[in-house]
């Protein structure tokens, strides 16, 4: 994206990092979007409502109630797979405005024994997103709780309870470094000030420690980049620890992104439903990057407790498993008025060139279990830088 000085916006969280690069030197993007999006005083998700018409994007849930019925309806077949436990915890990540937990828990609660097992924990890091979400649940009879990750880590009253986990539109948000290759080699990108003041890319010094480790791995799968290309190299996510240890536990991770290694910038930040350069209005547009799906299972299968992993699929193949055609069918003869919202709304989730395609769903759960529904089994990943 070609950066265009007009755009650049004065935001108070810009101020805060170019107060922080003049006085300690340029910071690496996981630094950058870490401030973004989470800073305790300026942060994206500390301020905005994101979410929504009136907010800077629209996810699956928000687009049709089918998508968070299917979800619900996954959860309650692996939880019989996992024998129906009498307690269990299903716990979703950035659960948004609470909209697919909300349709995930109507499509379910003719499950027989699925409510009353079930102890949903929200995990989110913004309280207004956490007010939104307590509205829109407020009706239902399931007993919920909201935690923060570091707080869910530690929970005692959890404890090896078996798990289900759903993070929708989770990993592209997780803060992470950048590599560019230059003449001396694979370098970290990092943000810092031009020659007029303004927030600007460079690039830093050879990389050390893991950030060196990464270097090494791209190198050798990209043996022939060039200079400027560049690579986002993943670690482990945070959630896999909330899957350890458990005497089951299945976890889905739909997003955007690739099946195989890639070199590319991925970087990219939307306001107000349109894209816009990352340097743009810190504090104040949602950055994202593409995930590497390959390279989370591969994690995922090599840890000491390994998870067996279904998928990557796109999510066009993964709800069309579950039924959405048929589930979307009944639904528009239910409510003829509504046919037309309802089968655009399904067409937009499925549509091969946009979200069908370019979103991914990628399955992980104890080695003991059957294979998850949706989602072919794949119990040896090729390795992944």
């Given at each position: ?35 973004c999006l989470y800073d305790g005083e300026h942060g994206y998700y500390r301020t905005r409502p994101a979410i929504g018409r009136g907010g800077d ?163 050798r799968i990209f043996p022939h980049a060039r200079p400027g290309a560049v690579f986002e190299p993943s670690e482990r996510h945070w959630s896999l ?145």
């Amino acid at each position: 994206m070609t950066y265009d000085c007009g755009l650049r916006r004065e935001t108070p969280l810009a101020a805060c990092l170019k107060r922080r690069i003049q006085a300690s030197g340029p910071i690496g993007i996981r630094d950058y979007m870490t401030a973004c999006l989470y800073d305790g005083e300026h942060g994206y998700y500390r301020t905005r409502p994101a979410i929504g018409r009136g907010g800077d994007f629209v996810t699956a849930p928000e687009i049709s109630q089918v998508f968070g019925e299917l979800i619900g309806l996954w959860s309650a077949v692996v939880w019989q797979q996992m024998g129906s436990p009498a307690r269990f915890a299903l716990i979703e990540l950035g659960p948004g405005r609470g909209t697919l937990m909300r349709d995930a828990l109507r499509a379910t609660r003719r499950v027989p024994g699925f409510h009353a097992a079930a102890t949903v924990v929200l995990v989110e890091t913004s309280e207004t997103l956490e007010k939104e979400q307590r509205r829109t649940l407020a009706d239902l009879s399931v007993v919920i709780r909201w935690l923060r990750a570091a707080d869910i880590r530690s929970s005692a009253d959890l404890g090896r309870l078996p798990t289900i986990l759903i993070a929708n539109e989770v990993l592209d948000c997780e803060p992470r470094d950048q590599l560019v290759l230059t003449e001396a080699g694979w370098v970290r990108r990092l943000v810092g000030l031009d020659g007029a003041g303004r927030l600007a890319f460079c690039d830093g010094e050879p990389a050390e420690g893991t950030t060196a480790h990464s270097a090494r791995r791209v190198a050798r799968i990209f043996p022939h980049a060039r200079p400027g290309a560049v690579f986002e190299p993943s670690e482990r996510h945070w959630s896999l620890d909330l899957l350890a240890g458990r005497s089951a536990a299945a976890a889905l991770y739909i997003d955007y992104g690739h099946v195989q290694p890639m070199l590319g910038d991925t970087l990219q930040a939307v306001r107000g439903h349109r894209f816009e350069h990352p340097l743009a209005s810190p504090g104040e547009a949602d950055l994202t990057m593409q995930v590497d799906f390959a390279r989370h299972a591969a994690i995922a299968a090599s840890q000491p407790e390994p998870l067996a992993v279904g998928g990557p699929v796109s999510q066009a193949e993964f709800l069309g498993a579950l039924g959405i055609v048929e589930r979307a069918s009944r639904l528009m003869a239910a409510n003829p008025d509504q046919a037309a919202s309802i089968e655009a709304g399904v067409a937009r989730l499925m549509q091969p060139t946009g979200m069908g395609g370019r979103f991914k769903v990628l399955g992980l759960r104890s080695r003991h279990l059957p294979a998850l529904p949706g989602l072919p089994a794949l119990d040896s990943p090729g390795a992944s830088p």
